[in-house]
């Protein structure tokens, strides 16, 4: 909700958020999986600024709206944009970034190296820039703050949509 700053809010646990779907929850599970080296599933998901109530939207599929951010009360600095987007994954626990390191995967537990039917991917990344055209970003760059843990990989090949692969297994004889 603030960047993490004092709240560390990004779910329904916190308040102001408000849950538009009763089929869909906000921070539910979802299903089937996929399995490394087994069948793949992709969903679609969108957030959306609405121009008219300046409320941030999450779309599910083809148009299934799961959750409300009423950036006026919520999230200030979101009023009329956003300047910066985030894509990937995220791991929480107390033993992050200390010895011994969390052994929690973060997406498939695989490395972005391993790429499609192993690693946890983005695809179809976009944004809609000030003219409201829906497009890739003009600038694309890939972070991870613990390399050996997890980290991130944009595979881009001539003339093909990029593919962003994320993940890691955490603890393990490189992440001790």
């Keep these: 909700m603030d960047a993490y700053k004092t709240t560390g809010c990004f779910d329904l646990t916190c308040?102001?958020?408000?849950?538009?779907?009763p089929d869909i929850s906000f921070g539910g599970a979802i299903s089937p999986l996929s399995t490394s080296s087994g069948?793949?599933?992709?969903?679609?998901?969108?957030?959306?600024m609405d121009p008219f109530s300046g409320n941030w939207w999450l779309h599910f599929g083809s148009n299934i709206v799961v959750v409300d951010w009423p950036a006026r009360s919520l999230m200030t600095y979101l009023k009329q944009s956003a300047t910066m987007v985030e894509w990937g994954?995220?791991?929480?626990?107390?033993?992050v970034k200390k010895t011994p390191h969390t052994k929690t995967a973060m997406g498939?537990?695989?490395f972005p190296?391993?790429?499609?039917?192993?690693?946890?991917?983005?695809?179809?990344?976009?944004?809609v820039d000030y003219s409201f055209s829906l497009k890739y970003p003009d600038w694309v760059d890939t972070w991870a703050d613990e390399y050996y843990c997890y980290s991130t990989y944009?595979?881009?090949?001539?003339?093909?949509?990029?593919v962003f692969y994320f993940g890691g297994p955490g603890q393990d004889s490189l992440c001790p």
């Excluded at 595979?155 to 949509?161: F, L, Q, R, S, V």
């Design 15 to 21: 308040s102001g958020f408000v849950q538009t779907s």
């Design 39 to 48: 069948k793949q599933y992709q969903i679609t998901l969108g957030i959306y």
């Design 89 to 95: 994954g995220e791991v929480y626990s107390p033993n």
């Design 108 to 110: 498939s537990g695989e």
């Design 113 to 127: 190296s391993f790429m499609w039917g192993k690693a946890s991917f983005i695809s179809n990344v976009r944004i």
């Design 154 to 162: 944009n595979y881009m090949k001539y003339e093909a949509e990029p």
